[in-house]
Nanobody, 123 residues
Framework: VQLQASGGGLVQAGGSLRLSCAAS????????MGWFRQSPGKEREFVAA????????RYADSVKGRFTISRDNAKNTVYLQMNSLKPEDTAVYYC?????????????????WGTGTLVTVSS
């Protein structure tokens, strides 16, 4: 399974971006999808995750109410809509996939990782 993230860029505080993560290969083996982010000098942290059907979502407290995760299974793509962006949201964002149905909030729970996409929020 290959995961390719895109959509990052430079945006002013208060602005919006939408990240995409396209899956290819043995996509039937990927169920839960998630987004993580990593800032310089910090650990990679959980941002959001979505179940295989899209019916269940989880968010980090720091992004609740501002970010929305969604998926289009027909396109094998997961999205992260980011609104009201803050400078502290600046990070490299990674998408990840799990082979199981239960949502993990920890990077160790994910079996597949995509390339990162850089999001920079200026103040």
């Amino acid at each position: 399974v290959q995961l390719q993230a895109s959509g990052g860029g430079l945006v002013q505080a208060g602005g919006s971006l939408r990240l995409s993560c396209a899956a290819s290969g043995r996509t039937f083996s990927v169920v839960t999808m998630g987004w993580f982010r990593q800032s310089p000098g910090k650990e990679r942290e959980f941002v959001a995750a979505i179940s295989g059907s899209g019916g269940v979502t989880r968010y980090a407290d720091s992004v609740k109410g501002r970010f929305t995760i969604s998926r289009d299974n027909a396109k094998n793509t997961v999205y992260l809509q980011m609104n009201s962006l803050k400078p502290e949201d600046t990070a490299v964002y990674y998408c990840a996939g799990q082979q199981i149905y239960s949502i993990s909030l920890y990077r160790q729970g994910y079996d597949y990782w995509g390339t990162g996409t850089l999001v920079t929020v200026s103040s």
